[in-house]
């Protein structure tokens, strides 16, 4: 495994690296903006191809890189489903994978710090964003923060892990760069109470300032959907409205980009093609499944995915690749379930 440690002095926040060799996939997790230069010339460096940027919540002091990376490398973006943000590509829940080639990280719900927080585990490291800090824990006296809840997620779910699972945490302002369950539980002074309601009482009595950056980042980072008007302006996209009206006629394939998961947990538009979005260059290229569908029975592709943004990269891709007939749903099949759509399972 590929692993880097990444920081920004500012924020003082910690973002992590990761891939498995092969072909290169690669995913980040909580990327900073003003870093992403730096991340894309790494990634350059290693000779990986990025395909996930993941954030483990709303992050309140600084902004997000995941629209940047998105709009530079056309990865996939992921959040929890618990999320305020207005687009991301991808939505995880409790005890899913979030996964790239040769790696699948644990997928945990860890409310507390915030209503939309997640933890994400392999087997010998959890990287656990504001929820558990070294020597800390987040704080839990905005964005729905709830101590109780982060007090379950920590004794609960994250002290739960194996003693010798390193932490690696999205902050840290010691200067320390990684600790283990157990240095924890032995050590961290916010994790030595005897119940929810200590632990509660301790964590509403801290009296903190907000963040410098509260009141700028917040609004930010709910705004990182990926600006889909050239899609729109191009003619290429249609509303579910419009994709119930062409559906089902013989000179349309549906393609879908969403992965087994996303299709198992919330089913499919029935007669769909399935290629996920990571293989989708591979496919529309050159004697590729798509370009050969494509151009030997002049069917129109229509693209979809969970929220349209996918399919709004992959639309200016299968132009690019000389594929003029390719569409998108916009709003995925989130906007054809409100369209009454019918779903497969």
Known sequence: ??????????????????????????????PV?????????LIHELDLKLVKAVDTHLH?????????????THCITVMGEQTKADVVSMRLSDNEKLTIEGLALDVIYTPGHTDDSYSFVLPDRVFTGDTLLIRGTGRTDFQNGDPRAQYESIFG???????STMVFPAHDYKGDTVSTIGEEKAFNPRL???????????????????????????????????????VM?????????????????GDVALVDLRENAERQRNGTIPGSLHVP????????????????????????????????????????????????????IQGGIDAWKKADGPIAH
């Open 33 to 41: 903006l003003e870093r992403v230069d730096r991340y894309l010339q």
């Open 277 to 328: 979005y990571p293989s989708l260059e591979e496919s529309i290229g050159a004697g590729g499944t798509l370009h050969e569908l494509a151009t030997s029975t002049r069917k129109r592709l229509l693209f979809y995915c969970a929220f349209g943004e996918r399919s709004a990269m992959a639309v200016q891709a299968a132009h690019d690749a000389g594929l003029p007939l390719a569409f998108h």
């Open 60 to 72: 309140a002091d600084h902004i997000t890189g995941l629209g940047a990376l998105r709009d530079k």
């Open 1 to 30: 495994m590929i692993f880097r440690q990444l920081f920004d002095p500012v924020s003082s926040t910690y973002s992590y690296l990761l891939a498995s060799r092969n072909g290169g996939e690669a995913l980040i997790i909580d």
């Open 157 to 163: 779910r994250l002290l739960k892990l194996p003693e």
């Open 192 to 230: 030595q109470v005897k119940s929810a309601d200590e632990y509660a009482d301790l964590m509403n009595n801290l009296k903190l300032a907000n963040p410098k950056m509260m009141d700028v980042a917040v609004p930010a980072n709910m705004k990182v959907g990926m600006n889909q008007d050239n």
């Open 233 to 249: 302006r191009h003619g290429w996209a249609l509303t579910a409205q419009q994709a119930l009206g062409v559906v089902g006629l």
